[in-house]
């Protein structure tokens, strides 16, 4: 998790933009779904068994700054007009969902649909614009 984290934070640390730092999360995200496909329950599993007792997940104070300054980075977009108005909170749990969703959800998506493994990869690679092209205003 941790080697996990300091990639996601180079990423987010070169990118200039809020739609480039996201693209960089999608690219990153899907690599590692694609590598690892349990790596959400893993996730989940990990955080609730290392919950404190006063309900917080993450005590690095770090790590909720940055995701407070990323709130932040996406209401100034929503101010620009550049992304739909909504709470920054609504936001972020929608790229969450739009991200995880499709892998968490692979065997049923792909017995619903009738598709390949080939076929539900290449529907996966896709994602990254369908994401950015559902968030953002043209």
């Known amino acids: 998790r941790l080697a996990m984290r300091q990639r996601m934070e180079t990423f987010l640390a070169k990118a200039t933009d809020l739609r480039s730092k996201l693209a960089h999360v999608i690219d990153f995200y899907m690599e590692q779904a694609i590598e690892y496909p349990y790596i959400d329950t893993y ?10 007792p006063d309900g917080k997940v993450f005590s690095d104070g770090s790590f909720n700054a940055r995701i407070k300054s990323f709130l932040l980075e996406i209401e ?35 017995k619903m649909l009738n598709l390949s493994e080939k076929q539900y990869r290449q529907i996966i690679k896709e994602r990254k614009d369908v994401i950015l092209d559902l968030l953002f205003v043209k």
Not at 43 to 52: D, G, Q, R
Not at 77 to 102: A, D
Request: one cysteine or more; proline letters at 7%; a neutral charge.
């Open 43 to 52: 996730m989940l599993t990990k955080m609730n068994e290392e919950m404190e």
């Open 76 to 110: 100034a977009e929503m101010e620009r007009g550049t992304i739909r108005k909504s709470s920054p909170q609504q936001f972020f749990i929608n790229f969450s969902s739009l991200l995880s969703n499709p892998i968490c959800f692979n065997p049923m998506y792909r």
